[in-house]
């Protein structure tokens, strides 16, 4: 099993530009959910799918930052525009169903300058 | 202002020697639980989960115990090698969505 697999791995972009973070969840995982990790706030869970169904998206910060998921098997977490203080490492993360066990990518290191 | 990192506590353990990590839980209606070890670079990776009916679970060289009566949750790693040096995390589960605590980092001296 491949696992989730996350793009890129490092971005690098200037403010105000729009930032496109990509996430394959695991084969047969219903749900999908995005977390930003920073040393000051730790893993905040910004939003999660069902059935690439938004359920729960009160922890995206504002509406610059957005997410769809059109089929089951990708997600897009997407920022525009970009802010510094937007850098982090985002986290996709999937489970079998709601309520089980997380399984992490390897997380995008977004560095806004 | 001055922004305030996390302080990650830490642990250092000798290699060989036992190790046990703790958590505070904020929320009584959390029923299910998970420690998740973090390595530089990487995501968060599963080690060992319990449901809110239990208060203890063992894994391979793992052990959690889950306290509902103060809300705590600890890990247990016995014979801890240097390959466990890592940041831990706790979860709690809450309508399906999951909440992580600050993390404890592990160093183990060889």
């Known amino acids: 099993d491949a696992g989730v697999i996350q793009s890129p791995r490092h971005e690098v972009t200037e403010m105000g530009q729009e930032v496109t973070l990509r996430c394959k969840p695991i084969s047969g995982h219903n749900s999908l959910f995005w977390y930003r990790q920073t040393m000051m706030r730790g893993l905040e869970l910004l939003i999660y799918f069902n059935n690439n169904v938004p359920i729960d998206d009160s922890g995206m910060p504002e509406d610059r930052f957005s997410a769809k998921m059109p089929n089951a098997s990708f997600s897009t977490l997407k920022i525009q525009p970009s802010e510094p203080r937007d850098s982090a490492v985002y986290f996709c993360?999937?489970?079998?169903?709601?309520?089980?066990?997380?399984?992490f990518g390897s997380g995008t290191q977004l560095s806004v300058l | 202002g001055e922004s305030v990192g996390l302080h990650l506590p830490t642990l250092s353990v000798q290699e060989g020697d036992n190790s046990i990590i703790n958590c505070a839980y904020s929320?009584?209606?959390?029923?299910?639980f998970i420690w998740y070890k973090q390595e530089s670079g990487k995501g968060p990776q599963f080690i060992i989960d319990?449901?809110?009916?239990?208060d203890k679970r063992q894994g391979q060289r793992v052990t959690v115990l889950l306290n509902k009566t103060v809300k705590h949750l600890s890990l247990q790693i016995a014979a801890t090698q240097p390959g466990d040096s890592a940041v831990y995390f706790c979860a709690e589960a809450n309508f399906n969505k999951f909440y992580f605590g600050s993390g404890t980092k592990l160093n183990v001296k060889p």
């Open positions: 929320n009584s209606a959390s029923d299910y």
């Open positions: 993360a999937s489970s079998r169903d709601s309520g089980e066990k997380l399984f």
């Open positions: 319990i449901r809110s009916n239990m």
